[in-house]
Structures are given as structure tokens and as C-alpha cells.
């Protein structure tokens, strides 16, 4: 949903969908933007390259597909259909405008920065969308800024669910999820019985980051990720966590005693209610971790925030024009 490439024909179809443009790829495939002949309504097609598909569908695909057949919310992507292709898996998939990711980057190269409402209002429904993933029982394992999609009318919707598991309570999952800048400690240290805890402190890396313009917690590796927010948080002890001693990998890792830094100084531009929540959302301990609704009823969101990004959101996702926001103000 960035920097769209045209394509070098607007004529190229799949399926009753008429191509308009390419607006991204991956290791899966494509992304196209492109037109429902019957409806003219502009849909996101997601081609996920799959090999021969008489062996079936990788398991990535598979959870992506059942997770969004199941999930109901305003605040996560909608799957209209799918359909198979050559060698190729098609999701239909609801059309929006770019990705939080974009916009950060965006604002950072034109020296802007988020006003508090804003990061309320993005945090906000953000929340929602996690909640609806997690009263499916559902963890979605890999929430970061590009996972999370924003429309021209400023609604933010929850994506990519290729790395989407079942919380079954069986506790036999990969720790090898979410990009490293916000995996949770437990997944850091091997844990492989995790909860939605994993997917709450994502969201508080996700805060921080809104607030401070840059990533929390940009480790270089593992360990490095591990240093760097130990760096900030201190070091966790058992007395605060005590499970942490049973979780695989805690013992092969020695780190030296590091003491907590005052949120105020880690994210310097929160307020005081913005801060108290983070520090929910960024509790070491996953039982002591906020929840989504927990969080959705903070006193942060005693003000209501609106329910979309602006009151002028197109104006508001153009990167052309993002002089209507403040200044970022660096110290």
C-alpha cells in the first residue's frame, strides 16, 4: 500500500478484477490495486505465490485466510473472498490507502510529528482491532506499524494475519514471531507457551514509537534486543517475574544489572496518562501485562478520541501536504 508502481497496462485482469497498479511485493507475492468489474469497487488483490497447488496451501496462507474468515471488526482488514490462480493464491481484500509505517517515515523526512490526539485516536483502534482478534481466541503474533493500515478516510485496520495462531492452551508454539523491534521478552528467551501478552507489549513498542518519531527498541539481533531494552527498563528480576527463570533460553544468557530508566526520559514527548499506559503495556511479567479491553478503559481515553485519524484525514494522509500538523520539536 506504498509508493504504487503503475503497471504497464491498466487492462490486465483476474478473475472479474481489473489491474490499476502494483502498489507492493514480498517474498509471498503481490499486491495490486485493482477495480471489481461488477461492483467498481476498488479492492486490494494479494497474489501469494504457492508452487504447484495440488500440495495445498502453505501454512502461513492457511491461517491468514481462516483468521480473517473469522474476525469481524471495523479495525481489521476485511476478506472479501479468494480464489486460486496458476500457481498463485488470490486474497480479496479491502482497499486502504497506506500503512502506518509509510506515514511515520513520511512525517520524520518533513520534520512533523503526531499530536497526542492523533496517537490516541490510532492507538485507540488499534486496541479495538486486537481485541476482536483476541476474543477469537487468536493471537496475531506480528503487530508493528506496516501491519497496520490506514484508509484515505482515516480508519485503521489491522493486517497481515500470515503469522495468525489459535490460542489453544496446548502452549507448543514458535517462539520465531513478530519482528525482532517488538518481540515481547518471553519469545526473546524461547518461551513457547505465550499468550496474548506477546501481541499487547507489540502494540506498547507501536506507542513508544509514535510518540518518540523512532523505534523503541531497535536491537541489532536477539541479544542486542534484549541489551537494548533492558538498557530501558532495566534489568527484569524474579521477584517482578518469576516464571522468567523456567523460560529456555534465561539461563544461557547473562546480561549485567541495568537499572530502570523513568519512562519520561525513554519517551520524552508523553504525557503523564500516555505513559502510565505504556508502562501497562510494557510490563516484563505477561500476567501483569494490560490487556486490550483492560487498556480500551484507561483513563488515557477519558477524553474520547475520534474515531477517525482527522477531521480532514485526506488531508491528513497526503504526504504532500503534512504542514497542517505540528512541528516535531526535537530536544
Known sequence: CH????????????RGYAIIENVGEGTFGQVYRARDEKTGEVVAL???????????????LFREIKALQHIKSLHVIKLHKYFAQGSSVVLVLEYMS???????????EKGHCFADLQ???????????????????????DIKPSNLLLAQNGLLKLADFGLARILDGKGDYTHE???RWYRAP?????SRSYGRGVDIWALGCVF???????????????????????????TPSTNDWPSIKDLPDYAKISFPEMKRKPLEEVVPRGTKAALRLLDQLLAYNPSKRSSALAALDDSYFEAPPPNRMSSKPSIFLSIYLLDCLPPLDLP
Open 3 to 14: 509508493s504504487p508502481r503503475k503497471m504497464a497496462s491498466g487492462r490486465k485482469k483476474r
Open 46 to 60: 494479494k497474489r501469494v505465490r504457492i508452487g504447484n497447488i495440488q500440495n495445498g496451501i502453505s501454512l502461513s
Open 98 to 108: 497506506t500503512d502506518l509505517r509509510h506515514i511515520m517515515q513520511s512525517m520524520q
Open 119 to 141: 496517537i490516541k485516536s490510532l492507538l485507540h483502534m488499534t486496541l479495538k482491532g486486537i481485541h476482536a482478534v483476541h476474543q477469537m481466541r487468536l493471537l496475531h503474533r
Open 177 to 179: 514471531v513478530a519482528t
Open 186 to 190: 518471553e519469545l526473546l528467551f524461547g
Open 208 to 234: 513508544g514509537e509514535l510518540m518518540n518519531h523512532m523505534p523503541l527498541f531497535p536491537g541489532q539481533n536477539d541479544i542486542d534486543q534484549l541489551s537494548t531494552i533492558f538498557s530501558c527498563l532495566g
